[in-house]
């Protein structure tokens, strides 16, 4: 429709999303299940739309294009922020991926990656990370059914996932789950493993494709249980 958009969490209680709309002077918005709001709102339900007739050929009457994007912090632990993006700023993000092709060329490569959308895209890295930037660079987007933990790992290991986006929280768990396994194991396996990762990421240090490329062998067993061989990088923001 062209207009400048404001991205909210559908978790919003209709008073929280009623006040973050006011503050972003929205007129409309587009949901999936019933809202209370003011009746200065239009509330246009998602099914309903989907569900209208395609477009003719009549010709499209002149419109101003939004140019900006608006983005809310969760409000956890303080009120909720809106931050806006113009094109240029959009155009920028994208743009980025040449400057973390320079510093880590893991990160990107000639073949299809399919990154996974762990972030919603109202969460600025789930904006900038996976809508902006694996879709700029050509990626398959990966979507969840549901988040449950089974669900994330099948998820990953079925669709063959190579790339996930996301927060430090899920990164930190890993290692824990990881380490928690290890320790119920003999001490020759224990310190055999450590000392592969010592291993492991001082090649990775010095010769960073040589080392990953080891590390992939080293661990294969371990990789292809817990978040799949297809993995080739965790991409962590907040």
Known sequence: SGHDTLLLDPSFNDEKTTSLMKSAGCSAIVCARPRKLPEDFSILDIKELQALPKCTDKPVPPVVWGRNIALCTSGTTSDSNIFVYDEETICEIALFSRQVFNQNKLLIDDAHFRTLAFLPFHHVLGFAGVFIWSSFLGYITVYLKDRAPQTIVQTIQRCKVSQIVTV????????????ATLANQNCILRETVKGLLGFSLFLQTLFPRFGHATAERLFYAMRKKMLGTHMKSVVLGG
Do not use: T
């Open 168 to 179: 430090p929280l899920l990164a930190n768990s890993l290692p824990k789950s990881f380490y």
